[in-house]
């Protein structure tokens, strides 16, 4: 779910190149945009105009739509693959869904509620260049949601650059730009680009090879538990300043 700068720079095409071959299949919803729902739906009112930045197939965009939340000519999306793009105008053909750069959004300043990148920033060469976009087109008080893959949690870090040194990408589904976070790290780039964290939700707490058996029950427990911070896909939830 990884947004281009210049489409005309052949290592940002290349990525582009990935994305498509990546969305050429259907992909399910991630566990992300599950548990960012409930927290969601509080700061979601049928006037409120949201924009997903890496949207992907549209997955959580289409979810809106489907439980009558949000109209669909309110919700609007940009993403690199044109692939995914097309899948999600397919399924979303009154929204306002397009091949997008993060980096010069084609958005006024100041006229979305709600802000969703999940799983985008890890992929961004420069996230501070981003995030003013994103804190430009924000309304005073918006709210921002974030996932992102937090490598404090175990044992994903030694997996993670285990995939990287011997080659095996598949073994974390390692991008064409993979940045490496922790939960407080991207907190504080977050603050510093004029954001104000407000809560967080985790998901996926087990390791790889118990990934499969991890219950919607047991993610829930550790979270009552406030373990959020050690989840490997946690939601940050922030209010723009």
């Given at each position: 779910?990884?947004?281009?700068?210049?489409p005309s720079d052949p290592p940002r095409a290349?990525?582009?190149d990935w994305y498509n071959r990546h969305y050429?299949?259907?992909?399910?919803?991630?566990?992300?945009?599950?548990?960012?729902?409930?927290?969601?739906?509080?700061?979601?009112?049928?006037?409120?105009?949201?924009?997903?930045?890496?949207?992907?197939?549209?997955?959580?965009?289409?979810?809106?739509?489907?439980?009558?939340?949000?109209?669909?000519?309110?919700?609007?999306?940009?993403?690199?693959?044109?692939?995914?793009?097309?899948?999600?105008?397919?399924?979303?053909?009154?929204?306002?869904?397009q091949v997008g750069d993060i980096y010069q959004?084609?958005?006024?300043?100041?006229?979305?509620?709600?802000?969703?990148?999940?799983?985008?920033?890890?992929?961004?060469?420069?996230?501070?260049?981003?995030?003013?976009?994103?804190?430009?087109?924000?309304?005073?008080?918006?709210?921002?949601?974030?996932?992102?893959?937090?490598?404090?949690?175990?044992?994903?870090?030694?997996?993670?650059?285990?995939?990287?040194?011997?080659?095996?990408?598949?073994?974390?589904?390692?991008?064409?730009?993979?940045?490496?976070?922790?939960?407080?790290?991207?907190?504080?780039?977050?603050?510093?680009?004029?954001?104000?964290?407000?809560?967080?939700?985790?998901?996926?707490?087990?390791?790889?090879?118990?990934?499969?058996?991890?219950?919607?029950?047991?993610?829930?427990?550790?979270?009552?538990?406030?373990?959020?911070?050690?989840?490997?896909?946690?939601?940050?939830?922030?209010?723009?300043?």
């Amino acid at each position: 779910m990884a947004l281009r700068t210049d489409p005309s720079d052949p290592p940002r095409a290349r990525e582009a190149d990935w994305y498509n071959r990546h969305y050429g299949e259907i992909q399910a919803m991630g566990p992300w945009y599950r548990f960012a729902i409930p927290e969601l739906v509080r700061h979601l009112q049928p006037s409120s105009r949201v924009v997903e930045l890496g949207c992907g197939q549209g997955h959580l965009l289409r979810f809106l739509v489907e439980q009558g939340l949000v109209p669909e000519e309110n919700l609007f999306a940009i993403e690199q693959s044109q692939t995914a793009v097309a899948v999600a105008q397919s399924r979303l053909p009154r929204a306002h869904v397009q091949v997008g750069d993060i980096y010069q959004l084609p958005y006024e300043p100041a006229c979305f509620d709600v802000c969703l990148m999940m799983e985008v920033i890890e992929h961004l060469a420069d996230p501070v260049a981003a995030l003013a976009q994103v804190h430009s087109v924000m309304k005073p008080g918006g709210m921002l949601f974030l996932s992102f893959p937090n490598y404090l949690s175990l044992p994903w870090l030694p997996v993670r650059l285990l995939a990287e040194k011997l080659n095996h990408p598949n073994w974390i589904l390692l991008q064409p730009i993979d940045k490496i976070y922790f939960v407080p790290g991207l907190i504080r780039l977050l603050t510093g680009a004029g954001f104000e964290f407000q809560s967080a939700t985790g998901s996926i707490y087990g390791p790889p090879l118990l990934y499969r058996w991890e219950r919607d029950w047991m993610t829930r427990a550790l979270n009552a538990l406030r373990l959020w911070w050690l989840a490997f896909h946690p939601i940050l939830v922030f209010k723009k300043r």
